[in-house]
Nanobody, 117 residues
Framework: QVQLMESGGGSVQAGGSLRLSCTTSLSIFSINAMGWYRQVPGNQRELVARISSEGTTNYADSAKGRFTISRDNAKNTLYLQMNSLKPEDTAVYYC???????????WGQGTQVTVSS
């Protein structure tokens, strides 16, 4: 079973910054794609940002210009730098990794981000 462990969540005031990390138990060197999603109780989980095997990044409109996704293959770690945080960014943030058909796709356990006004 592949494990994805998120860290870096917490409470911050509006305008502040947080950096989320997601470390995997399986090498991400040849992973198909990784991403960050978030979920608010009662709502569906939504994409925040993703990064492909080639390093191509995509962001939700709400994250563009404020969040940056990156990865360190040597450390098997995915990052999400979040700046200029807003109260509406409050959610549980989940890391996602897709290693393809042969190895499967997995979710982390989630990390809470709370932004106060």
């Amino acid at each position: 079973q592949v494990q994805l462990m998120e860290s870096g969540g917490g409470s911050v005031q509006a305008g502040g910054s947080l950096r989320l990390s997601c470390t995997t138990s399986l090498s991400i060197f040849s992973i198909n794609a990784m991403g960050w999603y978030r979920q608010v109780p009662g709502n569906q989980r939504e994409l925040v940002a993703r990064i492909s095997s080639e390093g191509t990044t995509n962001y939700a409109d709400s994250a563009k210009g404020r969040f940056t996704i990156s990865r360190d293959n040597a450390k098997n770690t995915l990052y999400l730098q979040m700046n200029s945080l807003k109260p509406e960014d409050t959610a549980v943030y989940y890391c996602y990794g897709n290693w393809g058909i042969s190895r499967g796709a997995y979710w982390g356990q989630g990390t809470q981000v709370t932004v106060s006004s």
